[in-house]
Nanobody
Framework: QAHLVESGGGSVQAGGSLKLSCAGS???????????MAWFRQASGKEREAIASISRDGSVKDYADSVKGRFTISRDNTKNTMWLQMDSLKSEDTAMYYCAADAVLCGLTPPYSNWGRGTQVTVSS
């Protein structure tokens, strides 16, 4: 059973926006406070790519060059939720998006130990 649940994916035209959410599961309770978090994506036929990470308290954020300036990662530990605001979307952003959490690792470098099942984002040009 996945401890992380993504939502918010969908289809959008190029130039549009989407906001993804990643929540810690309720049963069993998975509290995100103790974890560094990240968003990954995997396009069809390509390797999984780390695109954004955030420290436990939200003070440190890292972005892959491919999304820097367009995507914003954030979290609210009181809501047990992390988000990815995606603006100025491009067709090449089409992928399955996953959130991940790790009690030790922080940053864009995998491996992360906890994963969600993913949410699909499709950007049409």
């Amino acid at each position: 059973q996945a401890h992380l649940v993504e939502s918010g994916g969908g289809s959008v035209q190029a130039g549009g926006s989407l906001k993804l959410s990643c929540a810690g599961s309720e049963s069993p309770k998975f509290r995100l406070t103790s974890y560094c978090m990240a968003w990954f994506r995997q396009a069809s036929g390509k390797e999984r790519e780390a695109i954004a990470s955030i420290s436990r308290d939200g003070s440190v954020k890292d972005y892959a060059d491919s999304v820097k300036g367009r995507f914003t990662i954030s979290r609210d530990n009181t809501k047990n939720t992390m988000w990815l605001q995606m603006d100025s979307l491009k067709s090449e952003d089409t992928a399955m998006y996953y959130c991940a959490a790790d009690a030790v690792l922080c940053g864009l470098t995998p491996p992360y130990s906890n994963w969600g099942r993913g949410t699909q984002v499709t950007v049409s040009s």
